[in-house]
């Protein structure tokens, strides 16, 4: 079973865990991303799929396995996800309910079998599925100093290019926070 694993951010340039049999590229599914999850372990505004926000291009790769089952679980333990919550990785086939029809469609596009990705909600304000608002997004950004901002900042300008959200606008006219090339 060849399997792909989709990503728009911090996988891209630190997989960790993920174990990777071939390099990332473009190519991989549009969908609708933008920076809205405050995250857990760090001080980013991370991208995150939300339905309220234009389709964007992603990347993918191939992984190191040709078992769904052990894929997510690679992800999971990547992106620190507690076990009791499998339904913020999402994948084809999916154990955790509905497909993504988005997704199935560019797998049918492709000579891959499976695809996993991560599927955490917006997060704002210790808030599990809200989503900031523009202005909040450019205020947590811009309230941030020291150590927290150069990381968060550093975050926003490696999510690739292509992946040119209405809040990553916002950030680089606003606070100079332009890709990184």
Not at 12 to 30: F, V
């Amino acid at each position: 079973m060849k399997i792909a694993c989709i990503a728009w951010g911090s996988l891209i340039w630190e997989p960790r865990e993920l174990k990777l049999a071939s390099e990332w590229r473009p190519g991989g599914p549009l969908l609708p991303i933008e920076f809205v999850r405050d995250s857990d372990d760090s001080d980013e505004l991370a991208v995150v799929m939300h339905e309220a926000a234009p389709p964007m291009p992603t990347y993918w790769a191939l992984l190191d396995t040709n078992d769904i089952d052990a894929a997510r679980e690679m992800l999971r333990q990547r992106e620190k996800i507690r076990p009791d919550y499998p339904q913020w990785v999402g994948s084809i086939p999916n154990p955790c309910g509905p497909v993504d029809e988005r997704v199935a469609e560019w797998l049918r596009t492709r000579e891959l079998d499976a695809a996993v990705w991560t599927a955490l909600p917006a997060k704002f304000a210790k808030v599990s599925e809200r989503a900031p608002s523009a202005h909040e997004a450019l205020a947590f950004l811009a309230g941030l100093q020291g150590e927290q901002r150069r990381k968060a900042e550093e975050y926003v300008r490696k999510v690739p290019r292509e992946i040119n959200t209405l809040y990553r606008k916002l950030f680089e006219d606003k606070l100079g926070l332009a890709p990184e090339d």
